[in-house]
Each structure stands twice: as structure tokens, then as C-alpha cells.
């Protein structure tokens, strides 16, 4: 503890001089994790993950011991995926862990890999991230030559091999079998569910565990504290801390560890040192921008962990929390947001496909003093005609954000219709 | 048409990154290999592209889905400095659309355009991953933090007299993880 309720548990020798070295990082125990988990039984490694309370950090907020329990019994080979795509809107924390401390991501994964007992690892990192994906590949290198990636890893009779893959401006590629396509070099078009998971039917068919970087690197530090003490430092069925990026109209934007559950207007005010020039709070994207916007009221008491924010009829999701103050037009901010996933969106599903397009036509007319009345209903009907009708979760991604900005704030689109 | 040679280095290259997938999976090299191409040649010409198509063993059109598929990829020469500015939602809330304005007169070109001197191409992207330290933009594979008008002026004069401005490498820490280590 700092004080303050701020916490670093993941982060702590992010400011230890040349950390991504191995050298260095050695010294500060990475690795020790490794043989600690190799001393147990794979699976007595996905319980100790269970009994965590460890949740997915990339979005979707699931178990990640329960993941790891879904690989079949007897199918092998078997693959860990990194997912190091971070293109969520407002996301920049897994940006951070692999320049700062790459050897903790990779020991979190290699941990994985032993409990799933996979033969190969694959980080995806976004193919923007040319320098991270420097300091990863080199971590890996030095890793590779002490002999913690490879054959017959630390001396038992389980190998595995770690790959770097870059992605090229897709954010889709961060759904994870959007991911899992890309990797076996075809367009992200994520795949038809079920499967659920692609823990059973993942990369080239074989099981396959696809955890974010973030998560991935708590794993040494819950070996290392115990379950349940990083099961205690967070709210109930969220374990241990998370990262917060924070950003927007904030004084202090940065990235935030906090134990889970911290309340959301202690991370504006207190760790985020408030509003700048005087303005007043008028609303909080609290989940990256895919979640449903909140209104200054909506923001107070509210614990940042995934049941309470789906609570407040929002979601975590990559705890990307958007600080807007009052000076912000939301139908700006609607603009703003659907001409991403219309950029993005992958074209496979057509009410995502069409409506993304439509969405940022007509969120146009609202900027352009076109728009009229009856564009505020046919937005909404457009999201409402994408929401729970497409292939992937990028649908609801797009529609549950424009609803919430419509139904909050459709004064504000009112005000700029001709009639 | 003039002869396009691929460079040696790339067919390592190849060799290398086949080695990253099991043997009878080759379509993956795809995406790392066009990447390499644009890396080495600065745009994926389309005898390159053919290259690529016949090493990795699939048919060209393919490899045409991947290069018009992911944003990244180029089918088209760029400027010297292929400059990716941000426009999404953290950095248009901390003024990033005044700033590529004033880029864009500082260059007097338009997003989209390349620079008469060939020097410069101003592209807008989707959120860089870098919204703490809004706005931001890459300058080719370099991050650049926290822009003002001040700072893309000395970027853009650093280019322009071959004496660039040191990009932020690596990513500063903000927040409470920059602060002191904790057991
Ligand atoms: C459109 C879309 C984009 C996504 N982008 C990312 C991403 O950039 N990074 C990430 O870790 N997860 C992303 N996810 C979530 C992944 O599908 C998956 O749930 C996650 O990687 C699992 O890891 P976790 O359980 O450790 O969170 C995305 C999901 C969707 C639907
Ligand atoms: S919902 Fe959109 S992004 Fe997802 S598969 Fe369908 S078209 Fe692609
Ligand atoms: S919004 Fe610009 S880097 Fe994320």
C-alpha cells in the first residue's frame, strides 16, 4: 500500500531501471514463479488460478482459472495465445507491462502454458506497437537463452516455444477468434459461436487458451501471495487489483493500479486529481468505448468491479474509464465513436456492416445542422437492429454505447435538429 | 516495367518466420511477411506481392485479401515519414483535432496527402493505444506523446533538418504506477 488505496501489486518494478532485461529482472524474482508452479501438478495450478478470483482483464471479465479447466482431457497439441491487440478505445495499460516488465507477462504465459500443458505460445501484439513489440521480442530472445523457453523447460520433460506475432490494424483481431484467424494468416473474421471458448476448437482446431496480457501477468503474483490474499485485496468475485486507464478530462491521466472495486469517483478525484479548469464532471465511459456511458450522477458510489458496474447497466470491460466534462457536445462524442467501429467493423455480419455506416452518416447530420427529429428514433433503431444480431460482439459494441448516449443525453441531439 | 529484385535479407526473413508455425502451416507466415516487405521496401509492390503469394504457397489473390483486409498494409508508396495521428475519443477530448489542423497547415497538405518533397504522408488513425498521454501519433515504427502545437513543430522542423526529435521510447510512466516500488 502507497496510501491513498492505491496498490502495486502488478506494477511494482514497472520503475526499476532496465526491468525488461533479464539480468535485471532476476534479480527482482522473475521466473521464480515458474519453477514454483512447475514444483505443482498442472492442474493444481489452474485451482490455485480459480481460487483467485482472477477475472479477464481484456473484456469480457471471465474466470481465468475456469478457462483454463475447459481444455479437453485428451486432445493435444495445445496453444496459449497472448492477446496483446489492445484496441479497445481508451486502453493503453498492456502498453505498459510488456515495455516495463515483459519478463512478468512472459512468465504469467509460460505458467499458463505448463497448466494447460501447451507446446507453443503466441503473443499478438497490435502491429502499432512497434516499440513494445521490440522489447518483447528481445525479452523473449534472453529468456529462450536461459533456458526458460524451449526444450524440456527447467529440466522436466515439458517444452514450449514462444512466438511473436504483429497484428496490421485490426481492431477486430482483438476478439479472440478474430485473433485466432489472423494467426493462421487469413482476414479476423471472428468465427461463428459455438464453440463458446476456443479452448476446446481454437488455432488449426487445437484447444487453445486466449487470456490478455494483463491477466496473464497477475498469474506469478498470485503464486507468489497466495490466492487468497490477492482474492482478499479485491471485491467479492473480483480478485486482486487491475489496471485503470484513465484519460480524458482529468488532471492526472495516467494508469492507475487499484484493488478491484475501488470506487470510481476516487479514481477521478483522488488518484486522477479531478476535473481541469474548474468544469464540472458530465459524464464517464467506464469501460473502454464499447460500454454505455454514464451521467455525472450515475458515477457516484460506484465500486469499479465487473458486477457492479453491469449493475449501474454498464460494464468494465478493459477499465478504460473516459473522463468528459461539461464542455463536451455527446452528439460530438457519438460522431467520435462510430466512426471507429465503422472503420473497424469487419464487414462479415451486414447489420454491423451496413448500420456502422449508417450510424456515422447520420451522427453526421447531427455536427452538420441536417439532422431532424426522426434521425434521433432511426439511430436508435439502427443500434437496436445490430444489438444481439450479429456474429461478434462488436454489434453490441457499437449499439449499446449509441443507446445509452441517445437515451441519457437526447436533449442534446433534440437541440440540434432543424425540427 | 522496371525490375523489382527482393532483397536477400527478406529471403531469410522468410526462413525465420516460416520457423515460427508447425511445419504444414504456412499461410500463417502471411501477415509477418507482408509486414517484412513494407518494413524492407516501404510499400508491398505487386511483384513483391507475387513473391510473397509463391513463397508462402497460396494463390495471389489471397495475399490481396490480407493487404486490403488490414490497414496497415500499403499497396501504395508513402512519404519518408508516414505520420499516424489519432482521432480517437481520449485524444479529440484533449484538443487533438486542433493540433492535426495545425499539422496540416504546418505541411501544407491535407490528411491523406504526401508533401511535394515527398518527405511527408498525414494519415488519421483510430486510438493508438496511447490515450493517458493524449493525444499521440506515430511517426513511421516511433511514438510521439503528448502533443501540443509546440512539440509537432519541433517534430515536424526535427524531420525536415534530418535532426529528429527523440520519440518517446519508452512510453512514460503516468499515473500511480510511476510512483515509488512497493514490496
Ligand atoms: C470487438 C472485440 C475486440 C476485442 N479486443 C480485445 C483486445 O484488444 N485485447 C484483449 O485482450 N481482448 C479483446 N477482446 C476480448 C477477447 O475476445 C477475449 O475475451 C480476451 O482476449 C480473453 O482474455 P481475458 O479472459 O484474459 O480477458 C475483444 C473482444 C471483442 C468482441
Ligand atoms: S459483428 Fe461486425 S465486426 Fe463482428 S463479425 Fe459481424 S461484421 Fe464483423
Ligand atoms: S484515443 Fe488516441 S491513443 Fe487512444
Redesign the pocket.
Given at each position: 500500500m502507497i496510501g491513498n488505496g492505491s496498490v502495486r501489486l502488478l506494477s511494482k518494478n514497472f520503475d526499476v531501471p532496465n526491468m525488461a532485461t533479464l539480468d535485471v529482472a532476476m534479480k527482482h524474482g522473475a521466473y521464480d514463479m515458474l519453477k514454483r508452479a512447475m514444483k505443482l501438478k498442472p492442474e493444481e495450478v489452474t485451482e490455485l488460478v480459480k481460487a483467485s478470483g482472477l477475472r479477464?482483464?481484456?473484456?469480457?471479465g471471465?474466470s481465468?482459472g475456469t478457462?483454463w479447466g475447459f481444455v479437453p482431457k485428451d486432445k493435444f497439441p495445445r496453444y496459449v495465445c497472448v492477446?496483446g491487440?489492445?484496441?479497445?478505445p481508451g486502453t493503453c495499460k498492456d502498453r505498459l507491462i510488456i515495455e516495463r516488465d515483459p519478463h512478468l507477462m512472459l512468465e504469467g504465459a509460460l505458467i499458463c502454458a505448463y497448466a494447460v500443458q501447451a507446446e507453443r505460445i503466441y503473443i499478438y501484439i497490435r502491429g502499432e506497437y512497434y516499440y513494445p513489440a521490440k522489447v518483447m521480442a528481445e525479452a523473449i530472445k534472453q529468456a529462450q537463452a536461459k533456458g526458460f523457453i524451449g526444450q524440456k523447460i527447467l529440466g522436466s520433460d515439458w517444452s514450449c516455444t514462444v512466438h511473436l506475432q504483429n497484428g496490421a490494424g485490426a481492431?477486430?483481431c482483438?476478439?479472440?477468434t478474430g485473433l485466432i484467424e489472423s494467426l493462421e494468416g487469413k482476414k479476423g473474421w471472428p468465427r461463428l459461436k459455438p464453440p463458446f471458448y476456443p479452448a476446446a476448437i481454437g488455432l488449426w482446431g487445437a484447444p487453445t487458451i486466449?487470456?490478455?496480457v494483463e491477466?496473464l501477468a497477475f498469474v506469478p503474483r498470485i503464486l507468489d501471495i497466495g490466492p487468497e490474499k490477492f482474492a482478499a485485496m479485491g471485491s467479492p468475485k473480483n480478485g486482486g487489483t487491475g489496471l485503470f486507464s484513465l484519460s480524458g478530462h482529468v488532471n492526472k491521466p495516467g494508469v492507475y493500479e487499484l484493488p478491484m472495486g475501488t470506487l470510481l469517483t476516487d479514481l477521478i478525484h483522488k488518484h486522477g486529481g479531478g476535473i481541469p479548469n474548474g468544469k464540472k464532471l458530465k459524464a464517464v465511459i467506464p469501460g473502454g468505448s464499447s460500454s454505455h456511458i454514464l451521467t455525472a450522477d450515475e458515477c457516484e458510489n460506484l465500486p469499479l468491479d465487473f458486477e457492479s458496474v453491469a449493475a449501474r447497466g454498464s460494464m468494465l470491460g478493459s477499465a478504460a474509464v473516459m473522463v468528459i466534462d461539461e464542455t463536451v457536445s455527446i452528439p460530438q462524442l457519438m460522431h467520435w465513436m462510430v466512426r471507429f467501429y465503422a472503420h473497424e467493423s469487419c464487414g462479415q455480419c451486414t447489420p454491423c456492416r451496413e448500420g456502422t455506416d449508417w450510424l456515422l452518416r447520420l451522427s453526421k447530420k447531427f455536427l452538420e445542422g441536417t439532422a431532424r427529429k426522426r434521425d434521433i428514433d432511426d439511430m436508435w433503431q439502427l443500434a437496436d437492429n445490430i444489438d444481439g444480431k450479429t456474429i461478434?460482439?462488436?454489434g453490441q459494441?457499437v449499439a449499446w454505447p449509441t443507446k445509452s448516449y441517445l437515451v441519457k443525453f437526447r436533449h442534446e441531439f433534440e437541440a440540434l435538429c432543424r425540427n | 516495367m522496371t525490375q523489382v529484385t527482393i532483397p536477400e535479407t527478406l529471403k531469410k526473413k522468410a526462413e525465420e518466420i516460416f520457423f515460427r508455425y508447425p511445419a504444414e502451416k504456412r499461410q500463417s507466415a502471411l501477415l509477418p511477411l507482408l509486414f517484412e516487405v513494407q518494413r524492407e521496401m516501404g510499400w508491398i509492390r505487386p511483384e513483391a506481392e507475387a513473391w510473397v503469394a509463391e513463397t508462402v504457397g497460396v494463390s495471389p489473390v489471397k495475399v490481396r485479401e490480407i493487404i486490403t483486409f488490414y490497414s496497415m498494409m500499403r499497396a501504395e508508396p508513402v512519404g519518408k515519414y508516414l505520420i499516424q495521428f489519432c482521432q480517437n475519443i481520449s485524444c479529440c477530448l484533449r484538443g487533438g483535432e486542433n493540433i492535426l489542423h495545425h499539422m496540416e497547415k504546418k505541411l501544407g497538405i491535407h490528411v491523406g496527402e504526401t508533401t511535394k518533397d515527398g518527405l511527408f504522408t498525414l494519415r488519421v488513425v483510430e486510438c493508438l493505444g496511447g490515450c493517458s498521454w493524449a493525444p499521440m501519433m506515430l511517426v513511421n515504427e516511433d511514438q510521439y506523446f503528448v502533443l501540443s502545437v509546440e512539440k509537432i513543430d519541433k517534430i515536424i522542423e526535427g524531420f525536415r533538418s534530418g535532426n529528429p526529435v527523440a520519440p518517446d521510447h519508452p512510453t512514460p510512466l503516468l499515473g500511480n504506477v510511476a510512483g515509488e516500488a512497493v514490496a
Open positions: 479477464g482483464h481484456g473484456g469480457a471471465f481465468a478457462k492477446n491487440d489492445e484496441s479497445e481492431y477486430i482483438g476478439e479472440e486466449v487470456n490478455n491477466t461478434c460482439a462488436l459494441a | -
